[in-house]
């Protein structure tokens, strides 16, 4: 079946990489994610930026272009930007904005609001949240009113899918990814997003598995497959992720 990589990274040492929670990740470029997915259907896909990276954009410039024009990117961005820079960007391909929460991201979670709009009203992108579903309540006032939302690996915890699939049935999209780092039961969470909103849905590689316990293999699609009927799987492996990318 045809995919839609709605996120996997790229780590390239010839531009700064930073040790976070005392972690720094192999060298992955993007000449091996095209080699570790030559044997799939992959259409495009979502270059996400990582924690280790903060907010250097040299690394995301160059893969973007060497992936080509199918693919765009989420980046991690100051307070301080300004709309020169997030217009230039999103001439590069960039198409969303993360916080990365989970990790300790670089940007106060309490500017999520004024950031999260901004980009949407300069230049069209939705953005990201990784972290754990269960603090959603905190923020769940925020991410309500915002126009564009999602978020990463499936919530991460099986606590925070109540509170997620809450947040799912008012336009939250949810990326069906990092299967292997997930602490729920990853085929009752699908079922259970997709029910509350076929549109939700979004898979992705998460390569190269980055700190994760289990990295990706190609059971994660499968899965996905057996789940569902042909039509749901073509949405969740690709169209949704498609339509949310590059509308």
């Given amino acids: ?20 929670q005392d972690y720094t990740p192999p060298e992955y470029i993007a000449n091996d994610y095209q080699k570790d997915t030559a044997e799939y259907n992959v259409r495009g896909g979502a270059v996400v930026s990582g924690s280790f990276q903060r907010f250097d954009q040299g690394y995301l410039i160059k893969a973007l272009q060497q992936l080509g024009p199918a ?17 230039r960007l999103h001439d590069h391909g960039v198409r969303a904005l993360r916080f990365n929460i989970r990790r300790g991201g670089f940007e106060d979670i309490s500017r999520l609001d004024y950031l999260a709009r901004r980009v949407y009203e300069t230049a069209g992108w939705h953005s990201e949240l990784y972290m754990d579903a269960k603090g959603l309540p905190e923020l769940a006032s925020i991410i309500e009113n915002l126009p564009a939302v999602s978020i990463d690996h499936l919530g991460l915890s099986e606590e925070g899918l109540p509170r997620l699939l809450k947040l799912v049935d008012k336009g939250l999209r949810v990326k069906a990814t990092g299967f292997g780092r ?20 979004m898979f992705g590689t998460d390569l190269p598995s980055t700190r994760a316990p289990r990295p990706f293999k190609y059971e994660d699609i499968e899965l996905v497959q057996n789940l569902f009927d042909a039509k749901a799987a073509d949405k969740i492996l690709y169209s949704n992720a498609l339509n949310w990318y590059m509308k």
């Fill in 71 to 87: 693919f765009c990117g989420v980046t991690q961005l100051p307070f301080s930007v300004s709309d020169e820079e997030i217009l």
């Fill in 182 to 201: 997930v602490e729920l039961n990853v085929a009752n969470a699908l079922t259970s997003i997709n029910d509350a909103n076929p549109e939700a849905l």
């Fill in 1 to 20: 079946m045809r995919m839609f990589d709605a996120h996997f990274h790229i780590i390239d040492f010839d531009f700064p990489v930073s040790e976070n």
